[in-house]
């Protein structure tokens, strides 16, 4: 076990609404990553928090959004849900933000109808 | 831009074959590469990181080579279990600061 904790694990949207996800992250890790992995695909980027701040974003619109707390818990927010934003949401936490090994969460599952 | 393939896509091996999965990577400008199970449904468990400058790394019944000169890395599972059974991904990290994965390669070890 990593140590890194999601919530939810399952959810149901309607196209149009909101979701936020959240993350607590391995205890003395300061660095989030963010990943949407649809079903039989690998893992996609979403964003890295570090510090509170985004400090790196993948090939996604606007609104998906995030943040970071103090003690270095994070939230996903995606706003407008879209069929293809069906997928798993992984969380993952570092010590750093470059060359680190990553520690992921078991994922929070979303079904957009 | 980083582009990861994994071959093959799926594979099913009787109990106790040694068994070797490929990862390519066409940026060899990489931090480290990063091996990860992934049980169905579930979130992804690190097997082994291995750093740019190093060649390969063991874990127990698991090794994992990489070449970033011909944008290659295997991971090698000794003596293979029904347990083994999983999807395996490889990750590259580049310096945008995230990981780049393939997109599995499913394992599926039989009695």
């Known amino acids: 076990e990593t140590g890194v904790t999601q919530s939810p694990t399952h959810l149901i949207k309607t196209r149009g609404q909101q979701v936020t996800l959240r993350c607590s992250s391995q205890s003395g890790h300061n660095t989030v990553s963010w990943y949407q992995q649809a079903l039989g695909q690998g893992p996609q980027f979403i964003f890295q928090y570090y510090r509170e701040e985004e400090n790196g974003r993948g090939n996604f619109p606007p609104r998906f959004s995030g943040l970071q707390f103090p003690n270095y818990s994070s939230e996903l927010n995606v706003n407008a849900l879209e069929l293809d934003d069906s997928a798993l949401y992984l969380c993952?936490?570092?010590?750093?933000?470059?060359?680190?090994?990553?520690?992921f969460g078991e994922g929070s599952r979303l079904t957009v109808l | 831009k980083q582009e990861v393939t994994q071959i093959p896509a799926a594979l099913s091996v009787p109990e106790g074959e040694n068994l070797v999965l490929n990862c390519s990577f066409t940026?060899?400008?990489?931090?480290?590469l990063q091996w990860f199970r992934q049980d169905p449904g579930k979130g992804l468990t690190s097997l082994l990181l291995i750093q740019s400058s190093q060649r390969e790394q063991t874990s127990g019944r698991l090794n994992a080579s990489l070449d970033k000169s011909s944008g290659r890395s295997t991971l090698y599972i000794a003596a293979s279990q029904p347990g083994d059974s999983a999807t395996y991904l490889c990750a590259a990290s580049g310096s945008a600061r995230q990981l780049t994965f393939g997109s599995g390669t499913q394992l599926t070890v039989l009695p």
């Open positions: 993952a936490s570092s010590l750093d933000t470059g060359i680190g090994e990553l520690f």
């Open positions: 940026d060899s400008a990489i931090y480290n």
